[in-house]
């Protein structure tokens, strides 16, 4: 009975310690923090367009003009792709938003 309890603990340690740091590392890279720098990483920005349209979007989020929830979903969603983050996101925000009124083609370029 005592082995079976010790083996149940050298076996539970591990996996909490797991789901701990993989709590912590999803943390990082989270749409909801609104920080650009994270979320240019988190998508794979490469271009200053890109930066751009991140940087356009996060402000009309904080402004109230464009809905977190939309922000956060297409974030999350296209975070998830293995190759393309950035323009599986930037996409996805222009149709859905597109979808309540908001036009977001122009947001980012530099005119």
Not at 67 to 87: G, I, N, Q, V, Y
Request: glycine residues 6%; hydrophobic residues 50%; positive net charge.
């Amino acid at each position: 009975m005592i082995r079976r309890l010790l083996h149940l603990r050298a076996i539970a340690l591990p996996i909490v310690a797991g789901m701990v740091c993989a709590f912590l590392s999803v943390r990082v890279a989270r749409a909801d923090d609104l920080d650009p720098e994270q979320i240019k990483a988190a998508l794979h920005t490469t271009a200053e367009i890109e930066n751009g349209f991140i940087e356009g979007t996060v402000a009309m989020v904080q402004a109230g003009t464009l809905p977190r929830d939309l922000f956060t979903s297409c974030f999350l969603w296209a975070r998830k792709k293995p190759r393309h983050r950035f323009e599986y996101f930037k996409q996805a925000l222009i149709l859905r938003a597109a979808e309540i009124g908001i036009d977001l083609k122009n947001v980012g370029k530099n005119s």
